[in-house]
């Protein structure tokens, strides 16, 4: 079974970096599939953050991240990263990579087929 498995999170200050990884299960690739980094705030319903087509040439971003996050992909290791800088505390949610079943983004929250089981991200004085 396709699963993924996030890292990376934890708490950091406002204005602070972090890195998140999502990481394939051994056996099975991300390479010819876009994939989407979602967070759900407190209280909040699940959005999308993120999204990289499988050769990584087509990347999308929800406006309020725009400028502050970076997507990317490592096909070769079957990694998908997001690094996040300037963090805000409104930035803080439990982040989820996830699996689209085709390999463009188009609207970022359809065709999702795997989810992550999530990270913690906390951004606090």
């Known amino acids: 079974q396709f699963r993924l498995v996030e890292s990376g999170g934890g708490l950091v200050q406002p204005g602070g970096s972090m890195r998140l990884s999502c990481a394939a299960a051994?056996?099975?690739?991300?390479?010819?599939?876009?994939v989407v980094w979602f967070r759900r705030a407190p209280g909040k319903a699940r959005v999308p953050v993120s999204c990289?087509?499988?050769?990584?040439?087509?990347?999308k971003y929800r406006d309020s991240v725009k400028g502050r996050f970076t997507i990317s992909r490592n096909n070769a290791e079957n990694m998908v990263y997001l690094q996040m800088d300037n963090l805000k505390p409104e930035d803080t949610a439990v982040y989820y990579c996830?699996?689209?079943?085709?390999?463009?983004?188009?609207?970022?929250?359809?065709?999702?087929?795997?989810w992550g089981q999530g990270t913690q991200v906390t951004v606090s004085s």
């Open positions: 996830a699996k689209k079943d085709v390999s463009m983004c188009g609207v970022m929250d359809v065709d999702i087929d795997v």
């Open positions: 051994s056996g099975y690739s991300l390479a010819r599939y876009a």
């Open positions: 990289i087509s499988d050769s990584g040439l087509t990347i």
